[in-house]
């Protein structure tokens, strides 16, 4: 299983941007998604969660108002619509998959871990 995260990059506070998840190696449909992200000196966090068909999504309230995640499972891809970029979303952004239904916000629920993409915000 992969889960290849991109889009990351630098760019200047109330801009934005939009990461791509692609997964290979799994039944993409079969598995909720999410993102998560980690600031340096912190812990990782959850940003938001999307379930196996696309109904349910699930947002932090960081990020409520401004991040969309969405999928597209003939693609097998998930991905995550950043506007409004303020300097503490900056992180490392990682995409997850776990094989269940429903969304989670906990890591633990998650069964694989993309590698991350930086996301740098500049004020």
């Known amino acids: 299983v992969q889960l290849q995260a991109s889009g990351g990059g630098l760019v200047q506070a109330g801009g934005s941007l939009r990461l791509s998840c692609a997964a290979s190696?799994?039944?993409?449909?079969?598995?909720?998604m999410g993102w998560f992200r980690q600031a340096p000196g912190k812990e990782r966090e959850f940003v938001t969660t999307i379930s196996r068909g696309g109904g349910s999504t699930y947002y932090a309230d960081s990020v409520k108002g401004r991040f969309t995640i969405s999928r597209d499972n003939a693609k097998n891809t998930v991905y995550l619509q950043m506007n409004s970029l303020k300097a503490e979303d900056t992180a490392v952004y990682y995409c997850?998959?776990?094989?269940?239904?429903?969304?989670?916000?906990?890591?633990?629920?998650?069964?694989?871990w993309g590698q991350g993409t930086q996301v740098t915000v500049s004020s």
């Open positions: 190696g799994l039944t993409f449909s079969t598995y909720a």
């Open positions: 997850a998959a776990a094989q269940r239904g429903g969304i989670f916000t906990r890591s633990p629920f998650y069964d694989y």
